[in-house]
């Protein structure tokens, strides 16, 4: 196998000190047996559920009796106030939380393995999520929820917030191992409404929906115990996220906005008033419902919001002035952007915390001068926020240091599902790095996270691995497939990977000397040493004339046309696995997938088996972990007393330790001769 390329993740040698039998143990870390934690024993934030302290009132919801009301309120961070929100238990019926399930599940599956479903959250990662409703419009996937929609859960809301709110859009969403695990605490400023409804019990999952009344993550974030058919209705004002630390939480969330019209026209009239006082909130607030129509105006309201010291304002400004979301280079004012960021993070606000630390450990030329003592003050500041982009740069500048706490930094971030924190943890196993074993297996499990979740880097790497039959079935198409994302994504090895690929036909891709050479060429530019060997390669094969193109049948009449034969030849050159075809018919049906226009699958997708009896673990652990309950109103009508506690909160010790065994396809008939040349190289 060829050199690894250098890139600017490149994990640095292990000291000698650090290596196995030199320097302290690692019993400090819990690690009696000489290797780092794993992510399922890191110190994690708390599962403190919180507190209601009024009793629940019985309400009346749709043709629900005797629903069990929760009221609470919580402290807005960083600013005088406290909103406030409603839980409600049980609104939804078994049928109904199980028919939206099932429904909602399956259009997500079938999104996600198509490689869709990922438009970007909050924190700028994909959502995995699949709307059912927008522009307040119900569709297919959301037949199921238009009667709820209309007799249950908008009276719900217009009965608390105004005869006139409206539902804007709906999705459903889901958090399970080797996908989404953390959003981060944050407001929905684009809504006057939020609606969240739980479709899985509690006891399959630790963690789930959180509040947080400040920036301690360690101390004031509290959980709401959602079980199938809960719900909690909240504003725009309260300060929210979602952190599953083991198992799998399904979820819909529903935004209403004030009135029909603002729907239609996508504005939030509700901040007017807020904007004549002169309220911050409501002046930030406003300025994001102007950002597309109208930046200058914008621009404008959040200038004035900062003048109050709104953090998320001077967050945002600081954003806006580094990077113009219209690429506006007038727009551009690094001395600003800092100025605004370090005044957010004196005011505590994590994120800001989080991008001038990593900013300033890496220096830009030319815009921001390199201290990497400020940068990693700011990042320990951040990473004790529960911030994982600051884990997972503190974990870097720590590595490069030669301190092995970076490893520790790393796994928190990694246990969030933080993508380059994946790909790193699993260049640590695959290298046995700082301690750790040589673990192929945990290699693979992370690079598909990675992958999975869009990383370039991940993805050739994980197309080599396949290429290779290194720790999974060996699978040419779709290690192309993977090559193929990796380069369109921007990742040197993944162009010259699939440069080669098309240069030989390999995994069943058509044959294109010039593409090609295309794709070699952009691999060199970024400086790849191998793809600068290779080029001489390529020069020669674009001289000459593609090779005749193999006859691919386009539509299903000529698919049927082929005999059992001539269909299997078919299959096995295109690299499609048929091992459990049986009649020509499977085999027809196996083809029609692939047809040109069928949309390609998503390769880097882990399966999901939906888990209806969760696993209980031990009372010990719950009771150390802080996730027994508390005396007091929790629960469907119950106290802490009469609730089983392994039933309220036993978790699925899935998400960490499970899912790095993912099935392959078995491709049968492939010969040593159809094998890729060794070049095929992974990243470093």
Known sequence: MSGYSGTDCQIPSVPSSFA????????DKGCGNGTWTSVEQLVTVPVRPFTFTEAPQTITAGGQYGVLEYHGSISKPHRPGEAEFYLLRGV????????????????????????????LDVDGRPRFAVEVAELGVL??????????????????????????????????????????????????????AVMTIALQESASYTGGFFLQGSGKAFVDRKFLQLGRGDLCIFQYDLCHGVDVQEGSHLELVLHFKDSPQAVADGSCPWYSKMVEVGDPDGLFGHALSLVKKDFPA????????????????????????WDSPFGLEESQNSSASVELWRRAAE????????????????????????????????????FEQDDPDAAFHLGQALLQDGDRDGVTKLLAACAKGHPRACFQVAELYREGQFQFPKDLRQSVRYTK?????????ALSNLGHLLINGMGVVKDEAKAVRLFRHAAKLGAAEGMLNYGLALLRGSGGVKVDYQEALEWAQKSAALGHSLAHQQLSTFFNAAKNPNPPARCVPSSMQELCSLGVKELRDLLRLEGIDFSDCIEKSDLLARAALHLPGVTEPWDAAPEHTMLLEPKRINKEILRQRGQLPSQGCQGNGKSGADRDPTALDGAIKQGATSSGTQRSEVIPGLSQAEKLPEVFELAD
């Open 92 to 119: 939804l019926t078994e049928n109904e939380a199980a028919q939206l399930l099932a429904t909602c599940s399956q259009a997500l599956s079938e999104a996600i393995g198509s490689g869709k479903g990922r438009d």
């Open 20 to 27: 196995p039998g030199h320097g302290e143990g690692l019993e």
């Open 347 to 382: 005011l505590g606000h994590c994120r800001s915390r989080s991008r001038l630390g990593s900013l300033l450990m890496q220096g830009v030329p030319g815009r921001l001068q390199q201290d990497i003592w400020e940068g990693k003050r700011l990042l320990r500041l951040a």
């Open 139 to 192: 569709d297919g996937k959301g037949s199921a929820l238009r009667p709820l929609v209309e007799t249950v859960l908008l009276p719900l809301v217009r009965q608390k917030y105004g005869q006139t709110a409206a539902l804007s859009s709906a999705c459903f969403r889901r958090f399970v191992p080797e996908e989404r695990r953390f959003i981060p605490p944050h407001q929905e400023y684009d809504s006057f």
């Open 298 to 321: 914008a621009k404008e309201f959040v200038e004035k919001a900062c003048e109050q010291d709104h953090v998320e304002a001077l967050y945002t400004a600081a954003e806006w002035f």
């Open 449 to 457: 996270w990675a992958a999975h979740q869009g990383d370039a880097q």
